[in-house]
């Protein structure tokens, strides 16, 4: 019988008192139901466009106040987190981070320390490399379905977090984050922008390409006969297609050398089949079981 996962005890005060979360959807309603649930804030703001919305995760209990304008409550601000889409990160941290007249005040003493969750961090990280008080993360955790109905205070638990910092990031600010994200379950690892988008490439937007090709592959006839394994296969791709097309294109390079990969393994597939050669098309199918059951291994933490 495998043992149940690991968690963390809650910390026995408020690790950050008052965290402001921007984007109150499923990733950010999660966390605001983690950081409740374990005590890891004592105010949780939620800051959303749609005042109908963010009065609801209010009403709902997922956060302790509402509001559509981050800059009346910045000043109580001990920590924000952008959980809003990747193309969005950018333009909302820079706003907030200068004055009217566009003056950037990132260096001030004026603004806490600033995060994000998006899944793509080189374009983020690069256009906010003068705002000292940001500093990039990817908590890799989430789901096909939406909305902060959809909220789940164990979603965090015993994933990754990737912290990406950039050479000018303050350190104390990077681990001041590396125990924000254990303190809702997480294990964490640094590393730079580019290395993330390249590993993320592979591990999760072109799995998002592959499924939503597979999935439009599907003739009308044949959706009565299909199985587990094809909808297992295409589940991602009932993810929110306009937040995927923000994130295939700011990582459009990394996810196209992933394509050209997959082209590869596939017509090394299509030549064994041609050419009936039966051994070939086990080595491969071989190859696949293995690094699938590495995967497996991995996630159970044998290796």
Request: charged share 20%; glycine share 8%.
């Amino acid at each position: 019988m495998s043992e149940p996962p690991f968690t963390p005890p809650p910390p026995t005060r408020p690790f950050e008192p008052t965290v402001v979360i921007v984007g109150v959807g499923l990733i950010g309603g999660s966390l605001a139901a983690a950081l409740k649930a374990r005590s890891v804030a004592r105010t949780v703001i939620g800051v959303g466009r749609d005042i109908a919305r963010i009065g609801a995760a209010r009403e709902a209990g997922l956060i302790d106040e509402a509001t559509t304008d981050i800059r009346t409550v910045v000043d109580r601000a001990d920590l924000i987190v952008f959980c809003t889409p990747v193309d969005r990160v950018p333009i909302d941290v820079l706003q907030l981070a200068s004055t009217q007249n566009g003056d950037l005040i990132a260096n001030g003493p004026g603004l806490p320390l600033m995060t994000d969750v998006g899944s793509v961090k080189g374009p983020i990280c690069n256009e906010l490399a003068s705002v000292s008080r940001f500093i990039g993360s990817h908590p890799i955790a989430g789901s096909h379905r939406q909305g902060f109905e959809a909220a789940d205070a164990n979603l965090f638990e015993g994933r990754t977090c990737v912290i990406t910092p950039i050479p000018t990031s303050n350190e104390s600010s990077i681990d001041r984050l590396e125990r924000f994200w254990r303190a809702v379950g997480m294990t964490t690892v640094r590393m730079s922008p580019a290395a993330h988008d390249d590993s993320l490439a592979m591990t999760s937007h072109l799995p998002h390409v592959v499924a939503a090709a597979l999935a439009a592959t599907l003739s009308e006839e044949n959706r009565r006969l299909t199985g587990s394994g094809f909808r297992d296969t295409t589940r991602v791709a009932e993810g929110d297609p306009k937040l995927w097309t923000g994130i295939l294109m700011q990582n459009s390079e990394f996810v196209v050398q992933g394509i050209d990969r997959i082209i590869q393994q596939l017509s090394a597939y299509r030549a064994a089949l041609e050419s009936h050669e039966p051994v070939a098309v086990q080595k491969l199918l071989l190859e696949g079981q293995f690094s699938r059951a590495m995967l497996d291994r991995i996630q159970r933490g044998i290796d």
